[in-house]
């Protein structure tokens, strides 16, 4: 079972308030990946890492930010939160061959 | 572009039937392939991958996927379905060397009692 961390697993927030999500990996992978997905709909990549003090944008634009200052970590910012925010995000994790392990997901709303 | 198509949104398949989600993708070469699930309000669990070799592959909760080339497809079957297979199920391709995975939009599988 992959060991993948997320917290915290449901969010109420108002909006313009700052938040981080967290996300930690106990297996060493030096990939780290944040998607965003709505219900029932497809993945979107937003960031990954590929090791530390790398991280690079996604193909859907977000105005979160990230960082990766240990290799288990990689906590997922929004400076202020709107209800556009609302939403799931996933955080995985890889080594090789890009299978990625998943953690549980934090579900965000914004009011 | 690369892309990777699940034709299907939702399936209904009684209990105890047998059942095939279908995944294509549009690429020149052999990519690596996968088949992940994901239960409500949770992540997503890998069911199985396809790199090199036998061309067909099994997975876990006995699941098994064919590669095949000709028809650049990667389709999930499971000769059985069990009520506590109801969940979504998700394609996805790594395609170029940028480690990344191109996302199918999902098979949502309903089970009939």
């Known amino acids: 079972e992959a060991d993948i961390y997320q917290t915290p697993r449901y969010l109420v927030i108002g909006t313009g308030k700052k938040i981080t999500l967290e996300c930690s990996q106990t297996m060493g992978h030096d990939k780290m990946y944040w998607y965003q997905q709505d219900p029932g709909m497809e993945l979107h990549l937003i960031h990954y890492s590929y090791g530390v003090n790398s991280t690079e944008k996604g193909d859907l634009s977000s105005e979160s930010t990230v960082s990766r200052i240990r290799t288990e970590h990689f906590p997922l910012t929004l400076e202020s939160a709107r209800p556009s925010h609302t939403s799931q995000y996933l955080c995985?994790?890889?080594?090789?061959?890009?299978?990625?392990?998943f953690g549980p997901g934090t579900r965000l709303t914004v009011l | 572009a690369q892309s990777v198509t699940q034709p299907d949104i939702h399936i209904t398949v009684s209990e105890g039937a047998s059942l095939e989600l279908r995944c294509n993708y549009s690429?020149?070469?052999?990519?690596?392939l996968f088949w992940y699930v994901q239960s409500p309000g949770q992540g997503l669990q890998l069911l199985l991958k396809y790199f090199s070799g036998d061309t067909l592959v099994q997975g876990i909760k006995g699941f098994e996927a064919e590669f095949k080339r000709s028809q650049s497809s990667f389709n999930l079957r499971k000769p059985s379905v069990h009520w506590s297979d109801a969940a979504e199920y998700f394609c996805a391709v790594r395609m170029d060397s940028n480690y990344q995975l191109i996302w199918g939009a999902g098979t949502k599988l309903i089970i009939k009692p």
């Open positions: 690429y020149g070469a052999t990519p690596y």
């Open positions: 995985a994790s890889s080594r090789r061959y890009n299978e990625q392990f």
